[in-house]
């Protein structure tokens, strides 16, 4: 048990240290410091910078339409998917038990 603490309050001891380093700055204080926070509405992007990117790369929506027909735009054969749901093999509870026994 005095090991588990022992264990515990250096684990306790190493973070708290890491953690005041962290905090500290090797650079002199020049003043105040500017804090920038980003919030959901900060990743918004306007209509603006949208058509300018349109206008910079006009084959931009196509290759954007090609891209998504690799993945999504599929039409699935229900019968295939069928054979292939059939033909699946349980997997073992434990897949790296290499026994058959």
Do not use: N
């Not at 250096?10 to 700055?25: F, P």
């Not at 229900?78 to 292939?84: A, K, N």
């Amino acid at each position: 048990m005095a090991s588990f603490l022992s264990k515990i309050c250096l684990t306790i001891a190493v973070s708290s240290s890491l953690l005041l380093a962290a905090c500290g700055s090797s650079q002199p204080e020049t003043g105040p410091a500017t804090v920038t926070l980003l919030t959901h509405d900060s990743f918004v992007v306007s209509q603006v910078l949208i058509d300018q990117l349109k206008a910079e790369k006009p084959d931009l929506e196509a290759r954007q339409r090609a891209g998504r027909a690799l993945l999504w735009d599929k039409k699935l054969d229900r019968d295939l998917q069928g054979e292939y749901a059939q033909g699946r093999v349980a997997q073992k509870p434990y897949v790296y038990l290499t026994d058959e026994t």
